[in-house]
């Protein structure tokens, strides 16, 4: 028991520990490092509607990319502080999620994941065609930001914006440990097993379902400001199906209800992309797809399953052995 | 309609297409009633039991708990008011032990659910109810084993203490003992037994001689009418009913 | 006036076909084997990338189309041994994440072979000529798509109806329990039917290289319209499949031609709004007929 309780400290200190290790160890590749807090804060957002509360959805993107317009375009029209225009994404991004999911969380399955596949295309076309709000092919540029509290700047150095990205991971990653081991947690994951056995015990379901994706839309939509100050750029790719799939293979690769799940797996997908991308530009989709089919078909937790499914085998093959 | 009924209906109607499932169904249950409905197969009971819970929405009539309406309401709101019921099939959270199983419908009940703070002292509280319940249903040794590892007759009762556990007025139990093997059957109709003669059970069943143990009351569905109604006795004298069954005469 | 009604008529019929021949396969796997396959568009992909590289090679372009449809019939062969059959046991949310990572493969395989540009498919000049159809001269090939699709779409209707294979395959969508206990060998089924669905995809993706340009990008940004032929059709059914694709076809070209800046999301929000009001589709998922 205790040495569970040390593994267990030791699990939720290292990644944090490694992530302001990095900072350290590696000045130089400060945009890297970055990219992987957001797409882990990404990954998180994901997590906790399809993860736990089972909402098949592959529009999570749609989030991402209107959190990473709207700060852009928030510094860029209204005002150049960062965190009010961080504020502003995630307020509309929430809002977003509570209008989409209000229309579509009543269905399941197929019908769903095609309503999120449709509202991802619809935001992702009018973004292609809207060029005059979102410069289109070209993206966002020059996007100037205020230091924050006046005195961490954005710069090219990477410094403060890996440091903002690290802080608010840590934010929400609070915010979501919470959750789900609270008994609201405990009613969603009842609710992903059966939810007609928790409609059978009074739980309002659509209730739950419809709070847990605004806040999943919220944290995706952080994560895409977070992307936008960070960059300073804002691309059609964010709004993109290929960035929703990617994320949910990120979030299988790691392992869901793990909520450490999205670190790993954001940090693999991220380092095969930073290397298969030196080889060849788009050998990172081949190798990525090939580990989601066999973590789907071999692994049913995920690489963070990697450990736990090992020992089980290491103790069968000592029964066997004794026999 | 009378308001010292625990539930009342009348004049249920529902049909799909041309496929009549519902017709003209009058039901009462008084406060403690036991009444069991029975019915050749196809007869349109389950469907009864989910227009009386709001999983299916009626053509026609009206459901009253307790002399409210229950019109428009969802399940869950149903469930809220009093009105619980059991599956036919186990609609149970399998990765979950037992005793969870039943605290967290303990904690939707006591409205902790939805909390995204407090837990801990609450929840304890919870699993306390749920040990003492499991231990009423005297399956408490399963307490700490997953569903899916329990055995049916096991998961049968779990069913119906977490029924049990949300504080029922009136609980419809859907063939408490299908599917059990018939060595465990026996602890399932002794549970039946112990339920509190408060609450107005109606009970699903197929099996004659746990109708006879436990109703005081049967009701007859056939083709979605109800073809009779009365004590046990005059319903087994009832040649309708023996034809219904038989298929001796049409009916 | 007439003559505009018409061009959008046979844009969208042609553009209908082709969306009906990739999505037959894909309503009859999902309808018939209950396996949510978002790796359909990466078949009919396939089979477009197959067809221009022989093509682009000098190959007779017929030959080259059908020899398309045969290589993605046998991937597709391969696909299900190796991934869909531990998926028809499976949930939906693995069948998604599969068939996610193998547009993912598909998609890095195509482009690391072929590049990321649009890949052509090289047609006889014969058919890249304008006809003229008595009010204004319109491309060959649309027509020759149109007529292919009626063709190819009459014999499968034809097989479906009145072949043993067809009756078969309407058992076992209807009932495969039962189907079963009847006797039908409802797995080899499955599989038979899987693997006409990818060559029958495969043929709809080389046929259809011009409207649907052939691109890495290809699998992911088709399959909604392939769903949505599905889903609106009704899963399983092959009549709703060719009303869908006929309707999306036409509806799509119409928005191209009328409201062009708007014309894709706009299609996108109407097919949101038609899932909200019939999501079970405009065909309610049945039998195959």
């Known amino acids: 028991m205790r040495r569970a309780r040390v593994v267990a400290a030791i699990g939720h200190v290292l990644p944090w520990a490694i992530a302001v290790a990095y900072f350290f160890a590696a000045p130089a590749d400060l945009d890297f490092g970055t990219q992987v807090v957001i797409w882990v804060l990404f990954a998180m957002s994901l997590d906790l509607a399809l993860g736990y509360a089972g909402i098949l959805t592959l529009g999570q993107a749609a989030f991402f990319g209107l959190g990473a317009y709207t700060a852009g375009l928030f510094a860029i029209h209204l005002s150049p502080d960062p965190l009010l225009g ?40 009018y973004a292609n065609q809207a060029t005059d709000l979102t410069g289109g092919d070209n993206g966002l ?56 056995r928790m ?73 095969v992309q930073d290397y298969s991308a030196k080889i060849s530009p788009f050998l990172w989709e081949f190798v990525v797809g090939g580990l989601l089919i066999a973590t789907v078909l071999l692994l049913q937790g995920g690489l963070l399953d990697l450990g736990p499914a090992v020992l089980r085998l290491r103790d069968r093959w000592q029964a066997g052995q004794r026999k | 309609m009378s308001t010292a009924q625990a539930l009342s209906v009348r004049g249920l109607a529902k049909r799909f297409g041309a496929l009549v499932v519902a017709q003209e169904i009058d039901l009462d249950l008084a406060p403690g009633a036991r009444v069991a409905l029975i019915g050749p197969n196809g007869a349109g009971k389950t469907t009864f039991v989910n227009l009386l ?9 009206r459901i009253e708990l307790s002399g409210e309406s229950l019109q428009g309401l969802r399940p869950e709101q149903r469930v809220r008011r009093g009105l619980v019921r059991t599956h036919q099939i186990n609609q149970l959270l399998a990765d979950n032990t037992a005793r ?60 119906i203490a977490i029924a049990l556990s949300l504080r029922p007025r009136v609980l419809l139990l859907d063939e408490p003992a299908a599917g059990v093997p018939s060595h465990e059957t026996e602890v399932i109709h002794q549970a039946l037994d112990r339920l509190p003669a408060d609450i107005a059970i109606l009970i699903i069943e197929h099996h004659m001689g746990v109708v006879f143990r436990f109703a005081r009351e049967i009701v007859v569905l056939a083709q979605g009418r109800v073809l009779a109604r009365g004590s046990p006795a005059a319903i087994s004298a009832d040649p309708r009913v023996r034809a219904v069954y038989l298929g001796k005469s049409p009916v | 006036m007439l003559s505009f009604g018409l061009t959008v008529l046979l844009d969208g019929v042609s553009y209908g076909m082709i969306l009906f021949l990739i999505s037959v396969g894909l309503t009859v796997t999902m309808g018939l084997m209950r396996v949510v396959n978002l790796a359909h568009g990466a078949f ?56 996610v990572g193998f547009v993912f493969v598909a ?44 063709v190819i779409a009459l014999v499968l209707w034809l097989l479906l109806d009145n072949s043993l294979y067809g009756a078969r395959l309407r058992a ?118």
């Open chain 3, 107 to 150: 998609t890095g395989a195509v482009s690391e072979v072929f590049g990321a540009f649009p890949y052509p498919v090289v047609l006889p000049a014969y058919l890249t000529r304008p006809i003229d159809i008595g009010f204004r001269e319109y491309p060959a090939y649309r027509l020759f798509q149109i007529a292919s699709g009626a």
């Open chain 3, 172 to 289: 076992a969508v209807d009932n495969p329990r039962m189907a079963r206990a009847v006797g039908i060998n409802v797995s080899l089924l499955f599989t038979g039917t899987f693997i006409i669905g990818c060559g029958l995809a495969g043929l709809g993706g080389a046929l259809g290289a011009g409207i649907l340009s052939l691109e890495p990008a290809y699998a992911l940004k088709y399959v909604v319209l392939f769903l949505v032929v599905v889903i609106v059709g009704g899963e399983g059914s092959f009549e709703g499949s060719f009303v869908a694709a006929m309707a999306l076809g036409i509806i799509d070209t119409l928005g191209k031609y009328f409201v062009a800046q708007a014309a894709p999301y706009l299609l996108y929000t109407a097919v949101f709004a038609l899932l909200l009001w019939r999501p079970k589709g405009l065909v309610p998922p049945r039998s195959l007929a």
């Open chain 1, 86 to 125: 961080h504020l502003a994404a995630v307020g509309v991004t929430a809002l977003f999620g509570t209008l989409t999911g209000a229309m579509i969380l009543h269905t399941t399955g197929v019908t769903l994941l095609m309503l999120t596949l449709a509202i991802v295309s619809v935001l992702s076309q």
């Open chain 3, 44 to 99: 009919a992909m396939i089979g477009g990338y197959v067809a221009g590289y022989l093509t682009q090679r000098g190959w007779d372009f017929y030959l080259a189309v059908l020899a398309a449809a045969a290589v993605t019939a046998v991937i597709g062969a391969a696909a299900e041994r190796t991934i869909y059959r531990p998926l028809y046991r499976k949930g939906e949310l693995a069948q998604v994440l599969l068939t």
């Open chain 1, 141 to 196: 540029q020059g996007i100037r930001l205020d230091p924050i509290f006046g005195v961490f700047e954005f710069n090219i150095f990477g410094r403060t914006a890996y440091f903002y990205a690290l802080v608010v991971l840590f934010g929400w990653f609070v915010l979501a440990w919470r959750i789900v081991h609270s008994p609201f947690g405990r009613s969603l994951d009842g609710i992903r097993q059966n939810p007609h």
């Open chain 2, 53 to 61: 819970t709001g999983f299916l929405e009626p053509d026609g009539g």
């Open chain 2, 100 to 159: 969870d199983n039943l605290a967290i419908a303990i904690a939707e009940r006591d409205r902790h659910a939805w909390r995204l703070f407090r837990f801990g002292r609450q929840w304890g509280r919870c699993r306390e109810e749920a040990q003492q319940r499991l231990e009423e249903m005297e399956t408490a040794a399963t307490a700490d084993r997953r569903v899916l590892e329990l055995p049916y007759g096991e998961q049968r009762l779990l069913e």
């Open chain 1, 199 to 271: 409609r059978a015990i009074g739980t309002p379901v659509w209730w739950r379902l419809l709070a847990i994706y605004t806040i999943s839309a919220a944290m995706a939509g952080s994560a895409g400001a977070v992307s936008a100050h960070a960059t300073r750029f804002v691309g059609l790719s964010v709004l993109d199906l290929l960035t929703s799939g990617t994320v949910t293979v990120a979030l299988i690769l790691g392992g869901t209800r793990r909520l450490y799940g999205g670190f790993i797996g954001a940090t693999i997908y991220l380092v």
